[in-house]
């Protein structure tokens, strides 16, 4: 009582009371709302909870929406969205996780996340910037500097090019992967991924090059130079053009497929499938150019 919704209206017409317009609201497509004007009687239909705006104090109108919550209020405990400090204003989410921070596992020492930045302010520790990234739409993950305190809120994994060594700057996404490392197997000793390159970084060797490849968005691929243990990160599987022989580089795809060939017969003897090429390379014969192409 009191309250109008205003906008999205159906259709209005002229009923006795509110009981009356909600009987025809029930027969009305798509009708989730009304507002029953006492001067006049007239009966507003509309499409969406609350109007379009949400309810507004008007004396004399009286405003529903055909399903509500009259509940208690019991989600009071916290929770703001992209929370910034400003005095005299509380703020919640409807829904919220209050419960320990757990995931500081997570946390990649000496690392920033840079770009892809959603916001940023000024926390006591790690903690508090993981509760304020929960409370913070399509939050992923964050950076920590510890020169200022300052929480930098994230919308990519591993922000725009993944994990940059920047002493004093601690990152973490808020799910991570850190299991120990067991797809070694494949990597393709004396290949090279060429090309697709999301960003490269100095790595002790190839098991810390998948580590950082769970870390960064979209990476599906990698290749490790031994020359001086350079790691690029990869887009597509296989680089831009699938493997190619290259001494001194070791690369995998995150995913493969090792098993047997079991499919040559599909093989088609004495037919050439012209164009199309995406690359071609010398190998030791057909199960081993199909290998190639799983990759």
């Known amino acids: ?30 009708c989730t709302a009304l ?17 379009v705006y949400g309810p507004t104090v008007t004396a004399g109108h009286n405003s529903m929406n055909m399903e509500c919550d009259n509940s208690p209020v019991t989600n009071l405990r916290g929770g703001v969205v992209g929370p910034t400090a400003v005095a005299g204003h509380n703020s919640m989410n409807m829904e919220c ?31 508090e910037c993981v509760k304020h990234c929960r409370d913070t739409e399509a939050c992923t993950s964050l950076t920590f500097r510890e020169s200022d305190h300052r929480s930098s809120h994230t919308s990519k994994r591993g922000g725009v090019v993944g994990p940059t060594a920047v002493a004093g700057h601690n990152s973490m996404n808020m799910e991570c992967d850190n299991s120990p490392v ?6 393709r000793k004396g290949f090279n991924f060429a090309g697709a390159d999301l960003r490269n970084l100095i790595e002790a060797d190839e098991e810390e090059c998948v580590k950082h490849c769970r870390d960064t968005e979209a990476c599906t691929a990698l290749t ?9 990160l990869k887009s597509k599987r296989g680089g831009v053009v699938g493997p190619t022989v290259a ?6 795809n995150m995913e493969c497929d090792n098993s047997p060939v079991t499919n040559l017969g599909c093989l088609r003897k004495g037919i050439w499938f012209a164009g199309a090429d995406l690359r071609n390379l010398i190998v030791a014969d057909e199960e081993a150019c199909v290998k190639h192409c799983r990759d």
């Open 35 to 51: 507002t029953f004007r006492e001067s006049d009687h007239r009966c507003y239909l509309k499409s969406k909870r609350g109007g």
């Open 247 to 252: 001494a001194g580089h070791n690369s995998m």
């Open 97 to 127: 996780d209050n419960s320990p921070v757990t995931n500081l596992g997570c946390l990649r020492k000496g690392f920033n996340f840079p770009g892809a930045d959603l916001r940023s302010l000024v926390v006591a520790d790690e903690e």
């Open 182 to 187: 067991t797809n070694l197997g494949c990597l």
């Open 224 to 232: 490790f130079r031994e020359s001086d243990h350079r790691c690029y």
């Open 1 to 30: 009582k009191g309250f109008n919704f205003a906008g999205a209206d159906l259709r209005n017409l002229i009923e006795a009371d509110e009981e009356e317009c909600v009987k025809h609201c029930r027969d009305t497509e798509a």
